[in-house]
């Protein structure tokens, strides 16, 4: 089974700050790495899927890059609204959720 | 616009049943495999079945495998997840999702808890 490590599992920005999340596989995923955003009592919702492409009407502000075993989202300019826990989702194999990094406001 | 709706949950005891349901709308539902994700309190995702288009292919993660079963009916745009014997460690929200590139639209979910 692939194993999803992300790091850091709680990260504090200010707003305007750019952001970066970090995903670690176990094995090669091929780019088949999904972002997910999930505010406090919502469903997960996409943001980005095979590694760099924007989901329908997710602001240009998210974007991903990645290869191998290590992926990256990137938020440019962090906004209010951007407070929620971020996962990762590889689908190389079955699917694997990472556990996760909790992004509040600094 | 995509629209999911699960239903079905609630509290059940330890080895019992439960089946649960998701109406699509929005999308042409039989072109598109459909998942079941699930979310146990304070914890992450955990992918818990996939079924194809015409429901002839399912997929189960070992964790579910052989106690729950996923299908569709095409007419009537639905998804289900019938849980056997379920255990205290099943307690989660369940989410039903829609699989294009990738799993790119998820319902609100519905809460399954298992307890005596």
């Known amino acids: 089974d692939i194993q999803m490590t992300q790091s850091p599992s709680f990260l504090s920005a200010s707003v305007g700050e750019r952001v970066t999340l970090s995903c670690k596989a176990s094995q090669n995923i091929n780019k088949y790495l999904d972002w997910y955003q999930q505010k406090l009592g919502e469903a997960p919702k996409l943001l980005i899927y095979n590694t760099n492409n924007l989901h329908t009407g997710i602001p240009s502000r998210f974007s991903g890059s990645g290869s191998g075993t290590d992926y990256t989202l990137t938020i440019s300019s962090l906004q209010p609204e951007d407070v929620a826990t971020y996962f990762c989702l590889q689908r190389n194999s079955w699917y694997t959720f990472g556990a996760g990094t909790k992004l509040e406001l600094k | 616009e995509v629209q999911l709706v699960e239903s079905g949950g609630g509290l059940v005891q330890p080895g019992r049943s439960l089946k649960l349901s998701c109406a699509a709308s929005?999308?042409?539902?039989?072109?598109?495999?459909m998942a079941w994700v699930r979310q146990a309190p304070k914890k992450g995702l955990e992918w818990v079945a996939t079924i194809s288009t015409s429901g002839s292919r399912t997929y189960y993660p070992d964790s579910v495998k052989g106690r729950f079963t996923i299908s569709r009916d095409n007419a009537k745009s639905s998804l289900y997840l019938q849980m056997n014997s379920l255990k205290s460690e099943d307690t989660a929200t369940y989410y039903c999702?829609?699989?294009?590139?990738?799993?790119?639209?998820w319902g609100q979910g519905v809460m399954v808890t298992v307890s005596s």
């Open positions: 999702a829609r699989r294009a590139a990738s799993l790119d639209y």
């Open positions: 929005g999308f042409t539902f039989s072109n598109y495999y």
